[in-house]
């Protein structure tokens, strides 16, 4: 998956480099060479005009001698092919390449035939028609190039009389010009282009590869393995990505996402126990009534009726008072599992913790525990259960008495409006606004390893005084009101309760 | 136990009521445990009541074809008819059985449905031989004073006054706060009143579950349902000394407490104007 991703990218982009850097290097080469061929054309005019006017005077002279060795210094000159002249005929009258002369050219051929298009001598040629030619033309390796010797005043005038005053071409001078430096320049530049070419696609694909495998293949491989952890069940798999990009982005989302579904995950556990945990109380409950009833009204009659046995009555008042001690136990843990659902409506934070503050103010005098309370007015009212929350700022507040225990101390009790991103690190809509209670106490706190378990149906660390319900409910209340209890505790330096409660709709939206 | 007749408003009527009192109610007790049905016909009968028991409702209808009981004690789990099921049918076709419901703890919902449907007391399991006693003992007078006067239970309602059962009445005030008393008609079937034992202020009380217990002059204590669910803000300790009224009203028509109720409109559905029979 990895190499396809790379290779993908590095396939287009090589392509496309690849492309522009052909039709650049065509254009270029295109226009080098050319711009070769015109300075080709132009030196070999001058040439031409070189020995036009150089032979000009042997020619009017007819000495031939002088005009061939003329024509053959010229002709002896680097990238110089060969010099022909050809009478009006055809006939190669003269060349520097000796096997030429004699020979008649045909004028049907390729090359000619754009001027002798009608099987006749030419008179004069048409003005900027082409004079050169490219031989062989698939392949040039010359440069043909011919101009007309046209009959002038002088030539017919002169003493010879060699030529007629009617004719209008007399001759062809033909110059043949060597491409093998041309082709030889654009190989090379050709060579140069292609090594361009191979350097830049190889340079383009590694930093390419270079750069995917920075920026994308190691943060996906590293968001693969924490899938991998996540899918494998471990929630708790957080991916360290640092960057500031997309994949950063993603990242950051990921860890986001698994946070919220551990803790989904971790309430879903915890509702589902304390249901199980209900059906099973009720169930036993139910079967361990009537055991308990028949035990009960035994025993209370014997105790009511053995007047003159005190030493039994003793004992069966330890039965009594015994028996009716597992009814408060199953009480307690039917009251528990029933757990009724809450009759919410629009209810005043601050009034709820006063009443709760109320009936406790007693006990915290006794304990020495002075309560502060931080009511600030004007909070949006709460969809709560008044009777219910008052029961878990009851719990709340006799666990911080527990906690803080003989030698006093204090109790802070803080309501605010909830700001909107208090919903980070629980599973609480964040469409929603809550109210938050705060309850911290100074008491002995409680140790980094029960944490966890505090919530949990008879967790309890107080022996024989506690049930281990009172947080279990605390907490299947506040669920049932759609809102949210976290604890953070410190041992030796305190606990505090963050309770998170919806804000009444109605209101909300008004 | 006291056999003696109550202090009752009929007081013009002794002779009737000890008549009827002379001869113990017929008490059926309807339980698919046999071992509740046991300890209660064993202790039952031996405090002189004519005790049956079976396990199912269907056998307890057969019995009340043949011989319809006064008492009957019927438990919410039966096998076949529920135990609401047989209350209505008991309700409907033998109106002079009193029917005590025996009901597990925490089932306050079931018990107030009883109460509604015409059941004259619940008393939750597990209890003692004492709670059991005091229900039936309290039904045995509510038979005797209906025997004696057909006027029994048409107290004159108070048009602002709700019943839970004919053990407690509530009333709203204008400040959303409630009161909270024992009716007349219980106070009847306790009999002479030591005392009245009520929860102290800040204390939550609960729609069916304890409000107070009045103590008989024999020690039985009688334990008294709330009408309503709240927390208490006052406590009328006037009420508490009452012991013999002179004009046979042992409460006097007072109140209780005093509570902040927590769902007042709601647990008011649950009570009822007219006295349940």
Same mark, same amino acid.
């Given at each position: 998956m990895q190499f396809k991703i790379s290779y993908k990218i590095i396939a287009t982009v090589g392509g496309v480099t690849m492309a522009i850097i052909g039709i650049f290097a065509y254009l270029n080469l295109k226009a080098q060479k050319d711009q070769i061929i015109a300075e080709l054309k132009r030196s070999a005019n001058q040439i031409i005009e070189t020995v036009k006017s150089s032979t000009k005077y042997d020619m009017l002279k007819n000495q031939t001698d002088v005009l061939y060795h003329t024509?053959?210094?010229?002709?002896?000159?680097?990238?110089?092919?060969?010099?022909?002249?050809?009478?009006?005929?055809?006939?190669?009258?003269?060349?520097?390449?000796?096997?030429?002369?004699?020979?008649?050219?045909?004028?049907?051929?390729?090359?000619?035939?754009?001027?002798?298009?009608?099987?006749?001598?030419?008179?004069?040629?048409?003005?900027?028609?082409?004079?050169?030619?490219?031989?062989?033309?698939?392949?040039?390796?010359?440069?043909?190039?011919?101009?007309?010797?046209?009959?002038?005043?002088?030539?017919?005038?002169?003493?010879?009389?060699?030529?007629?005053?009617?004719?209008?071409?007399?001759?062809?001078?033909?110059?043949?010009?060597?491409?093998?430096?041309?082709?030889?320049?654009?190989?090379?530049?050709?060579?140069?282009?292609?090594?361009?070419?191979?350097?830049?696609?190889?340079?383009?694909?590694?930093?390419?590869?270079?750069?995917?495998?920075?920026?994308?293949?190691?943060?996906?491989?590293?968001?693969?393995?924490?899938?991998?952890?996540?899918?494998?069940?471990? &929630?708790? $798999?957080?991916?360290? !990505?640092? #960057? +500031?990009?997309?994949?950063?982005?993603?990242? @950051?989302?990921?860890?986001?996402?698994?946070?919220?579904?551990?803790?989904?995950?971790?309430?879903?556990?915890?509702?589902?126990?304390?249901?199980?945990?209900?059906?099973?109380?009720?169930?036993?409950?139910?079967?361990?009534?009537?055991?308990?009833?028949?035990? &009960?009204? $035994?025993?209370?009659? !014997?105790? #009511? +009726?053995?007047?003159?046995?005190?030493?039994? @009555?003793?004992?069966?008042?330890?039965?009594?008072?015994?028996?009716?001690?597992?009814?408060?136990?199953?009480?307690?843990?039917?009251?528990?599992?029933?757990?009724?659902?809450?009759?919410?409506?629009?209810?005043?934070?601050?009034?709820?913790?006063?009443?709760?503050?109320?009936?406790?103010?007693?006990?915290?005098?006794?304990?020495?525990?002075?309560?502060?309370?931080?009511?600030?007015?004007?909070?949006?009212?709460?969809?709560?259960?008044?009777?219910?929350?008052?029961?878990?700022?009851?719990?709340?507040?006799?666990?911080?008495?527990?906690?803080?225990?003989?030698?006093?101390?204090?109790?802070?009790?803080?309501?605010?409006?909830?700001?909107?991103?208090i919903t980070k690190g629980n599973s609480l809509s964040s469409a929603h606004q809550y109210v938050q209670i705060k309850v911290s106490d100074t008491g002995c706190g409680i140790p980094p390893g029960n944490v966890s378990k505090i919530f949990e149906p008879f967790f309890t660390t107080k022996g024989q005084k506690g049930n281990g319900l009172g947080l279990a409910m605390v907490w299947g209340i506040i669920e049932k009101h759609d809102g949210g209890i976290t604890v953070e505790s410190e041992l030796g330096k305190g606990t505090t309760f963050n309770i998170l409660l919806p804000v009444d709709d109605n209101k909300a939206k008004a | 136990m006291n056999r003696k007749p109550c202090a009752a408003r009929s007081g013009g009527l002794p002779v009737t009521i000890e008549q009827i009192m002379a001869e113990q109610p017929k008490i059926l007790v309807v339980d698919d445990e046999a071992v509740i049905t046991g300890a209660a016909e064993k202790i039952l009968r031996a405090e002189g009541f004519r005790v049956r028991g079976t396990a199912d409702a269907e056998m307890a209808l057969t019995m009340f074809r043949v011989d319809p009981p006064d008492i009957a004690l019927v438990d919410l789990m039966l096998p076949g008819l529920s135990g609401l099921e047989l209350l209505n049918i008991v309700r409907r076709e033998y109106p002079q059985t009193v029917v005590i419901m025996m009901t597990g703890y925490s089932m306050l919902d079931n018990a107030i449905v009883f109460l509604k449907c015409g059941a004259f007391d619940f008393i939750p399991k597990p209890f003692t031989f004492e709670e059991m006693l005091s229900a039936v003992q309290r039904a045995g007078r509510f038979i005797a004073l209906r025997a004696a006067d057909r006027r029994v239970g048409s107290e004159a309602a108070s048009p602002h006054r709700y019943q839970l059962g004919i053990s407690s009445w509530a009333k709203a005030d204008q400040d959303g706060t409630a009161l909270l008393g024992i009716t007349n008609l219980f106070g009847q079937l306790v009999g002479r009143i030591s005392r009245v034992e009520l929860p102290s202020v800040n204390d939550e009380v609960r729609q069916g579950g304890p409000l107070a217990q009045v103590v008989a002059q024999d020690e039985m204590r009688h334990t008294a349902w709330s009408a309503l669910s709240g927390r208490i803000i006052a406590v009328n300790h006037f009420a508490q000394e009452i012991r013999e009224p002179p004009n046979g009203d042992p409460l006097g028509d007072s109140w209780l407490v005093r509570i902040i109720p927590d769902n007042l409109e709601s647990e008011m559905m649950n009570l009822s104007i007219e006295r349940s029979r």
């Amino acid at each position: 998956m990895q190499f396809k991703i790379s290779y993908k990218i590095i396939a287009t982009v090589g392509g496309v480099t690849m492309a522009i850097i052909g039709i650049f290097a065509y254009l270029n080469l295109k226009a080098q060479k050319d711009q070769i061929i015109a300075e080709l054309k132009r030196s070999a005019n001058q040439i031409i005009e070189t020995v036009k006017s150089s032979t000009k005077y042997d020619m009017l002279k007819n000495q031939t001698d002088v005009l061939y060795h003329t024509i053959n210094t010229i002709g002896s000159q680097k990238g110089i092919e060969k010099v022909r002249i050809f009478n009006k005929e055809g006939k190669i009258i003269f060349s520097t390449d000796a096997a030429d002369i004699g020979k008649m050219l045909d004028k049907k051929e390729e090359a000619c035939y754009a001027c002798h298009a009608a099987d006749q001598p030419l008179q004069r040629l048409p003005p900027n028609s082409e004079t050169t030619r490219f031989l062989p033309p698939s392949a040039p390796v010359t440069l043909g190039i011919i101009d007309p010797i046209y009959n002038e005043p002088s030539c017919w005038q002169s003493d010879c009389h060699w030529h007629s005053p009617n004719q209008e071409v007399l001759g062809v001078l033909d110059l043949t010009m060597s491409l093998a430096e041309v082709n030889s320049v654009m190989r090379t530049s050709q060579m140069r282009v292609l090594i361009f070419a191979i350097i830049a696609i190889a340079t383009v694909s590694l930093m390419i590869y270079l750069l995917i495998n920075s920026i994308v293949l190691k943060p996906v491989s590293q968001m693969v393995a924490a899938t991998q952890h996540v899918a494998a069940g471990d &929630l708790s $798999y957080t991916v360290s !990505l640092k #960057k +500031r990009d997309e994949l950063g982005e993603l990242a @950051k989302s990921f860890n986001a996402m698994t946070r919220q579904l551990s803790e989904a995950q971790r309430q879903l556990y915890h509702s589902d126990k304390l249901a199980s945990v209900g059906r099973l109380a009720a169930g036993v409950a139910h079967e361990i009534n009537n055991p308990l009833t028949a035990v &009960l009204t $035994y025993s209370s009659y !014997l105790h #009511k +009726r053995l007047t003159d046995r005190p030493e039994m @009555k003793e004992d069966l008042e330890v039965i009594v008072r015994e028996t009716k001690r597992c009814r408060e136990i199953v009480k307690g843990l039917l009251d528990f599992a029933r757990q009724s659902t809450p009759e919410k409506r629009p209810s005043d934070v601050n009034e709820i913790v006063r009443r709760a503050a109320r009936i406790l103010q007693n006990q915290f005098a006794l304990h020495h525990i002075e309560l502060e309370q931080n009511l600030p007015p004007n909070l949006p009212p709460v969809s709560a259960d008044t009777s219910q929350m008052q029961q878990v700022l009851v719990n709340l507040f006799m666990n911080a008495d527990d906690a803080i225990g003989e030698k006093g101390g204090r109790i802070t009790v803080t309501t605010a409006a909830a700001s909107a991103d208090i919903t980070k690190g629980n599973s609480l809509s964040s469409a929603h606004q809550y109210v938050q209670i705060k309850v911290s106490d100074t008491g002995c706190g409680i140790p980094p390893g029960n944490v966890s378990k505090i919530f949990e149906p008879f967790f309890t660390t107080k022996g024989q005084k506690g049930n281990g319900l009172g947080l279990a409910m605390v907490w299947g209340i506040i669920e049932k009101h759609d809102g949210g209890i976290t604890v953070e505790s410190e041992l030796g330096k305190g606990t505090t309760f963050n309770i998170l409660l919806p804000v009444d709709d109605n209101k909300a939206k008004a | 136990m006291n056999r003696k007749p109550c202090a009752a408003r009929s007081g013009g009527l002794p002779v009737t009521i000890e008549q009827i009192m002379a001869e113990q109610p017929k008490i059926l007790v309807v339980d698919d445990e046999a071992v509740i049905t046991g300890a209660a016909e064993k202790i039952l009968r031996a405090e002189g009541f004519r005790v049956r028991g079976t396990a199912d409702a269907e056998m307890a209808l057969t019995m009340f074809r043949v011989d319809p009981p006064d008492i009957a004690l019927v438990d919410l789990m039966l096998p076949g008819l529920s135990g609401l099921e047989l209350l209505n049918i008991v309700r409907r076709e033998y109106p002079q059985t009193v029917v005590i419901m025996m009901t597990g703890y925490s089932m306050l919902d079931n018990a107030i449905v009883f109460l509604k449907c015409g059941a004259f007391d619940f008393i939750p399991k597990p209890f003692t031989f004492e709670e059991m006693l005091s229900a039936v003992q309290r039904a045995g007078r509510f038979i005797a004073l209906r025997a004696a006067d057909r006027r029994v239970g048409s107290e004159a309602a108070s048009p602002h006054r709700y019943q839970l059962g004919i053990s407690s009445w509530a009333k709203a005030d204008q400040d959303g706060t409630a009161l909270l008393g024992i009716t007349n008609l219980f106070g009847q079937l306790v009999g002479r009143i030591s005392r009245v034992e009520l929860p102290s202020v800040n204390d939550e009380v609960r729609q069916g579950g304890p409000l107070a217990q009045v103590v008989a002059q024999d020690e039985m204590r009688h334990t008294a349902w709330s009408a309503l669910s709240g927390r208490i803000i006052a406590v009328n300790h006037f009420a508490q000394e009452i012991r013999e009224p002179p004009n046979g009203d042992p409460l006097g028509d007072s109140w209780l407490v005093r509570i902040i109720p927590d769902n007042l409109e709601s647990e008011m559905m649950n009570l009822s104007i007219e006295r349940s029979r």
